[in-house]
């Protein structure tokens, strides 16, 4: 055995021990290969080849591997970013709705004055309160199947708008 | 995914076809397509991993050290039959500017 044969031998032996499981038995078949090639220098590039050819299927394997956590990885930020928007939409039109139906009260209290009287507050929390909270809690179960986030953004946020009204009206 | 069928791989196709039913060694696909081994690996690795081709080791004499042979599957039959060029009679010699030429 020469000297070429030789090195092409410990070459694809140490291939063979490094290479990756999914690559090992492409790995032998090589090295097997080498018995059968007659001349010493076609051994020797026959391993040369051999070893790009398993660096190849090893580095391949890698990249799968990496794009496939990757694309994992994505999905699951993906998912928790949509539904975290999904929340936020849902309280930010709620939240707009609120500000809009107080802006409308404000408008109307100031065009009829009479209806600001000390002794007038109802109509003023019916409509600025009361009404838009009925429209939260329509619409969050009328989205929760299908816009399960937005709902809840939407619910979260008529319950706070309640709680805030409430502890108003409690304390004065 | 799709099976790139680069001149080389319809090479290897064309070699299986000759002997469509027969178990075939590396080292001989490579003599007879004229594709060195880094070539040649690749390209049964990818129909390997698509199952158009089946290995096998070769169940060899004591003191021997078994080989790896390649041969189609049914599906690899079908691939090859509908993508191939006709059947090979040379090496890497006939590929040229990307075309194989015959």
Known sequence: MGTPR??????????LR???????????????ELEFIESDWAALFWALGST????????????NWISR????????????????????SGALLALMLTLAAFGLMRIIMILFPGLGHQDAHWPYFLGAIVFP???????????WRKRTPIAAGILFTAIGIGIHVTVHLATR | MKLRLSPQTVLVLDAF???????????DLSRVTGLKSGTLYPILMRLAERK????????S?????PRHMYRFTPEGLRFARANATAPASGGLGQVALGLVVR
């Open chain 1, 69 to 88: 956590k990757g694309r994992n990885e994505e999905g699951r930020m993906n998912s928790t970013g949509k539904k975290a928007m999904g929340v936020a």
């Open chain 1, 6 to 15: 030789r090195l092409a031998a410990r070459l694809l032996r140490a291939v």
């Open chain 1, 18 to 32: 490094l290479a990756p499981d999914e690559s090992r038995e492409w790995a032998t078949a090589m090295l097997r």
């Open chain 1, 52 to 63: 790009t050819a398993i660096l190849r299927h090893a580095a391949s394997g890698l990249r």
């Open chain 1, 133 to 143: 909270e009925i429209i939260f809690v329509v619409s969050a179960i009328l989205l």
């Open chain 2, 52 to 59: 158009l081709l089946e290995t096998q080791w070769e169940a």
């Open chain 2, 17 to 27: 076809l000759d002997q469509a039913e027969e178990w075939q060694y590396g080292y």
């Open chain 2, 61 to 65: 004499d004591p003191g021997k050290p």
